[in-house]
């Protein structure tokens, strides 16, 4: 039986094509290249659909709203293909995935996103070998969640991160392996695939709460850190030193963050370092914002961290439910340390 793959087309760069005003979306465009690619028609490749969403956005104009209708969009076709692709702007696409991973919930069928860094009208894209790859691997293996695909290297979506705004190789994983890697054959790692649920996909939508995320810098004013976490704020991703350090002796920033705790804000500790993880345990300056109510991020990525707690205030838990859940491995997004 031959193999269906659904492709969402959203915008972004692998769909432009050059106006007056630099690339631009162009409804119809995307699909017309695919139709007209030979690869296409190879009678060992899926059968592919295509569908434009009404507006193509670029990915720095990606919101909640927009997660909302992929969510809707796989939902609507879930029974009638083996996999999905969504073609997605390279800016956004981490938190795309991130997100996606968390509000499919219960997902038993692989959803890649994927794009390039140079369009599909040009002669050097990097657009064809990403879709191609990414429908092969949506098509014919069992990979249970939500994926990111780009240059040779399948992700898991909430762990990847862009790392350079030029080159191809735009995406990284910097606390996790690839699922798979893409060379000469197709090597997918089965024993880092998250286990397929025996459930049906449930989908939840997220209701944006009043987050934000903040980096610490030497010399900062606790004063900026009061401001920012004044009322209506519910949530924040603080983005401290090292494994998870920050100033120990500005009694300023303590009574800021105690305070703010006091009022149910949720302050998540997360690193500024590329790779490792937060563990409040091992400095004394990390043991001591724990002690005024901030909590661990542990080797979340910021994209993972934000998305999740946009997540779990959309499921309507209390403070302490959220604060728990956070640090709780729920899609693969994090590592306990030890």
């Known amino acids: 039986m031959t193999r269906s793959v659904y492709i969402a087309h959203t915008g972004g760069t692998i769909g432009m094509k050059k106006t007056a005003n630099g690339y631009a979306p162009v409804r119809g465009y995307l699909d017309e290249v695919i139709r007209t690619m030979p690869e296409f028609a190879r009678e060992d490749m899926p059968t592919v659909v295509v569908r434009e ?20 969009d796989i939902r609507d076709h879930y029974d009638q293909f083996d996999g999905f692709v969504i073609l997605h702007g390279t800016d956004t696409m981490a938190y795309t995935a ?68 030029n080159g191809f190789h735009a995406f990284d994983s910097p606390n996790f392996p690839p ?54 704020l519910q949530g924040l991703i603080l983005q401290s030193y090292g494994s998870g350090n920050a100033p120990s002796k500005n009694a300023e920033l303590l009574r800021v963050l105690q305070e703010a705790n006091d009022r149910g804000v949720i302050v998540v500790n997360c690193t500024q370092c590329y790779r490792g993880l937060v563990d409040m345990n091992t400095y004394e300056c990390g043991r001591v914002l724990m002690q005024h109510g901030v909590i661990s991020g542990y080797d979340m990525t910021r994209e993972a961290a934000l998305t999740k707690l946009y997540y779990l ?10 604060k728990q859940r956070m640090q709780q491995n729920l899609r693969g997004e994090l590592t306990h340390p030890g």
């Open 98 to 165: 991130s997100a996606l991973s968390f509000m499919l919930e219960d997902l038993a069928k692989p959803v890649i996103v994927t794009g390039s860094q140079i369009p599909m009208c040009e002669l050097r894209t990097d657009g064809r070998d990403n879709l191609i790859s990414a429908v092969l691997l949506a098509a014919n293996y069992d990979i249970p969640e939500v994926c990111l695909y780009f240059h040779d290297r399948l992700y898991r979506g909430n762990r990847s991160q862009k790392v350079d705004a």
């Open 313 to 322: 205030f959309s499921l309507g838990l209390d403070t302490a439910s959220i």
């Open 53 to 72: 969403f009404e507006t193509l956005i670029d990915s720095s104009d990606m919101t909640p709203s927009e997660w909302w209708r992929i969510a809707q």
């Open 179 to 232: 699922l798979a890697e893409v060379g000469i054959s197709i090597e997918v790692n089965r024993s880092l695939l998250l286990p397929g649920p025996n459930k049906p996909l449930r989908v939840q939508q997220l209701n944006p709460p009043m987050v934000g995320t903040m980096s610490l810098f030497p010399g900062i004013n606790a004063g900026i850190i009061e401001n920012f976490l004044k009322p209506p």
